[in-house]
């Protein structure tokens, strides 16, 4: 009988905090300026520069703690963890390791069974980014850029709960929500605000023990995540049976290639020298300081989708999308605030948004039109100022560039003519030039009618209201 194997995952996530400005210094934070232009003596690591904390740091990372049910530690330290690498300034790591910020949390998720499960969170602590080497094939040299050196990162250390690729995406998920409804970071794996590392190990269904792990790093997508796990087992598994060792390393995954190669064989804690910063003072958070953070957590998800379903009446559906996204969460509120449509600010953010969402290739969060603008959209319709096919026009030129649909409508001259005179004039012209769907709908075929109201719509520069036009058409036929 083939011998079941059971994987066993635990996560490394990083996550870039949104300050303004970097952890020990008041260089600024904003991804993609010029290489070296966001650097001073502390983030270079120049001899007799002094860092000195960022509160705002300390207090997402508590906020993050709070919001994943961990221990605020009341007195943390700062430890430098040491190593040599060129795109390190100092030679040494400001991070956290004996007295991290949170400790003993966690986060519950929903199992592929229908059930829910509850991923153990060791620990999160604050550290600062590395600096970024660039290759350049071309000259055959590396360039090293510090900008991103001293950016503030928080690293949340999963308990090996995790037991399938499905698992480990959605506690991603739920992290990634939990700190972006916190505006603690925007959580973009494709700008690298969030990255994790994954430790795996295979082991019999029933063992006890775990097996040797190894940890995949260049993770920068849920999709490679999932097929890094889906590589990894396969292999470990594959050394198991042909009887050969799992060594613990960390491994690198080619997501192109579809496969990991070695790195360089795991380090332990002794490897890096930790010691206490001296330069850095110990943080103690006050009863004050925590009360002050508790009632600034915003309401979550889950009490989201709660009152969503109780206050504004729009499907499931629709509410489980929305709520998906902060950015649009926070869209639809005041969107529906202003014009009190929920439904109809909801069908706007299902359908078109969507659609184009998907056609562009963007994010929610990135989405440029204002809660105002959608708000006079439903307005504009409502009013019957403009039928629906020239409001999927407007919405789509809002959705590029946000512009005022009144006004854009104004300019265009999309305005529905409801001029009754008008029309009736452009719909006798149309009957009288197209006798043979008149007759056939004399003759019963209601499909004409469609013909019809087509050339009406032709004629009119698709400016008339179609209901208005079908009646109207019915009336002189």
Same mark, same amino acid.
């Given at each position: 009988m083939a011998t079941e194997y059971e994987t066993v995952i635990g996560l490394e996530?990083?996550?870039?905090?949104?300050?303004?400005?970097?952890?020990?210094?008041?260089?600024?934070?904003? !991804?993609?300026? $010029?290489?070296?232009?966001?650097?001073?003596?502390?983030?270079?690591?120049?001899?007799?520069?002094?860092?000195?904390?960022?509160?705002?740091?300390?207090?997402?990372?508590?906020?993050?703690?709070?919001?994943?049910?961990? $221990?605020?530690?009341?007195?943390?330290? !700062?430890?430098?963890?040491?190593?040599?690498?060129?795109?390190?300034?100092?030679?040494?790591?400001?991070?956290?390791?004996?007295?991290?910020?949170?400790?003993?949390?966690?986060?519950?998720?929903?199992?592929?069974?229908?059930?829910?499960?509850?991923?153990?969170i060791h620990e999160i602590h604050m550290e600062e980014d590395a600096g970024k080497l660039i290759h350049d094939d071309w000259e055959d040299c590396s360039l090293v850029d510090y900008n991103r050196s001293g950016v503030p990162l928080i690293e949340i250390v999963s308990e090996p709960d995790m037991r399938s690729a499905e698992e480990v995406i959605a506690y991603l998920e739920k992290l990634r929500l939990l700190i972006q409804y916190l505006g603690a970071s925007d959580c973009k794996l494709q700008e690298g605000s969030m990255r994790a590392d994954v430790n795996l190990s295979v082991r019999e269904v029933g063992a006890k023990e775990f097996g040797t792990r190894t940890e995949m790093k260049n993770l920068n997508s849920f999709k490679a995540i999932a097929r890094a796990i889906e590589g990894e087992t396969q292999r470990q598994i594959d050394l198991i049976e042909s009887g050969e060792k799992v060594v613990q390393e960390t491994r690198r995954w080619d997501d192109v290639k579809g496969e990991s190669y070695a790195m360089r064989s795991k380090e332990d804690a002794q490897?890096?020298?930790? !010691?206490?910063?001296?330069?850095?003072?110990?943080?103690?958070?006050?009863?004050?300081?925590?009360?002050?953070?508790?009632?600034?957590?915003? $309401?979550?998800?889950?009490?989201?989708?709660?009152?969503?379903?109780?206050e504004f009446d729009i499907p499931d559906y629709d509410i489980e999308i929305i709520t998906g996204s902060k950015h649009m969460a926070d869209l639809f509120e005041a969107a529906t605030a202003l014009c009190g449509q929920p439904k109809k600010v909801s069908n706007w953010l299902m359908g078109e948004t969507l659609r184009l969402m998907k056609e562009r290739e963007i994010e929610a969060e990135d989405?440029?039109?204002?809660? $105002?603008?959608?708000?006079?959209?439903?307005?504009?319709t409502d009013s019957k100022a403009i039928n629906s096919s020239v409001a999927k026009e407007v919405f789509e030129a809002m959705f590029e560039e946000n512009v005022d649909p009144e006004k854009y409508v104004e300019e265009k001259g999309l305005k529905t003519v409801n001029d009754e005179g008008a029309l009736r004039g452009v719909i006798e012209k149309v009957i009288a030039e197209n006798p043979r769907s008149v007759e056939d709908y004399h003759n019963g075929k209601e499909k004409a009618i469609g013909f019809l109201v087509g050339q009406t719509m032709k004629a009119m520069k698709g400016k008339a209201d179609p209901a208005m036009v079908n009646q109207m058409l019915k009336e002189l036929l």
């Open positions: 996530v990083h996550v870039e905090l949104a300050t303004k400005t970097k952890i020990f210094c008041g260089c600024s934070t904003a !991804f993609g300026a $010029e290489p070296n232009t966001q650097t001073c003596p502390v983030c270079t690591g120049m001899p007799g520069s002094l860092p000195v904390l960022n509160r705002q740091v300390l207090e997402y990372a508590i906020a993050v703690g709070l919001a994943t049910n961990c $221990e605020i530690t009341r007195y943390a330290k !700062f430890d430098r963890k040491n190593y040599f690498y060129p795109d390190n300034p100092q030679n040494y790591q400001i991070s956290q390791l004996y007295l991290p910020i949170c400790r003993n949390g966690g986060v519950e998720i929903e199992t592929e069974e229908g059930g829910v499960k509850i991923v153990g490897d890096y020298r930790y !010691f206490p910063d001296p330069d850095l003072v110990p943080v103690a958070v006050s009863d004050e300081m925590l009360d002050e953070i508790r009632a600034k957590q915003p $309401e979550f998800r889950t009490e989201k989708m709660k009152r969503y379903k109780e989405l440029r039109f204002s809660p $105002e603008n959608l708000a006079k959209l439903v307005a504009l």
